[in-house]
């Protein structure tokens, strides 16, 4: 068997050291599009996140209005048979009717707003 000699391992360990300057430079490039990836990741992250953020207030401006949806319907029909019922007699049966659905519906959005809430913290 022939002696290895110092010559003869640097001329096996060419193409590694030649092979290895490639990988370097390789890294050297991945770590530049990481920095301009990280870059364009904080450019666009304000845009990001503020969007649920409005969507969770777009919904609470939602619900505020259905709720006073029917907090009016339910003032209205009250007052509409209280006025009816100062002037004339007739009709008072049909605007308690009326009255009662207007309650009926805002107990079931309450009902539907606690569900929520208890589903969120359930």
Known sequence: MAELTLEMLREE???FRTGLAS???NFTAME???AV????VAAMRPNVDGIPLIQRAVSVLQ???RTLRDDMT????TTMRLDRTRDHHEGVLTDILREMRAVHVQIAGIASRVRKLEGVEG
């Open 63 to 65: 619900e505020d209005v």
């Open 37 to 40: 990836l990280q870059a364009d």
């Open 32 to 34: 530049r599009n990481v």
């Open 13 to 15: 360990l060419a193409p």
């Open 74 to 77: 339910v003032v209205s029909t």
């Open 23 to 25: 990988l370097q430079g």
